[in-house]
Each structure stands twice: as C-alpha cells, then as structure tokens.
C-alpha cells in the first residue's frame, strides 16, 4: 500500500517516533510503519521527533 502522502524533499527530514511512557521505542520515515508498530504496544504512540515552536514555524514562513 502506498504512503498516504506523496513524498517531497521535506520528506528526508521526517521521522518519526514510536513512544511509550516517555521512552522512544522506534523511529521511522513512513507514518504507517510508525502506526503499525505503535499498534503492536499498547499505549504507545506516535509523535514527530522534530518538534519546532509555533513561533520558529512562522519565522520560518516568512
């Protein structure tokens, strides 16, 4: 099954995080691996490993 979205440069700085009580488990790049694996551990999810402040977001945007 494909990804869910097409992919893009920006796409070679994804990753993603499989977390469970405040640990990483995993990483991956494809959110439905990331989905898949979260599944298999209860209580776990997923949560992107970049995390940027609204305000760098904007700053960025502009």
Do not use: C, Y
Not at 1 to 12: V, Y
Not at 33 to 49: C, K, L, M, P, Y
Request: net charge negative; proline share 3%; no cysteine.
């Amino acid at each position: 099954m494909p990804g869910r979205w097409s992919k893009t440069p920006a796409d070679l700085f994804l990753r993603l995080n499989v977390v469970k009580d405040g640990e990483t488990l995993e990483s991956f790049q494809d959110l439905d691996q990331a989905e898949e694996f979260a599944a298999q551990h209860e209580g776990a999810r997923v949560a992107d490993a970049l995390r940027l402040s609204t305000r760098v977001i904007v700053e960025l945007l502009e």
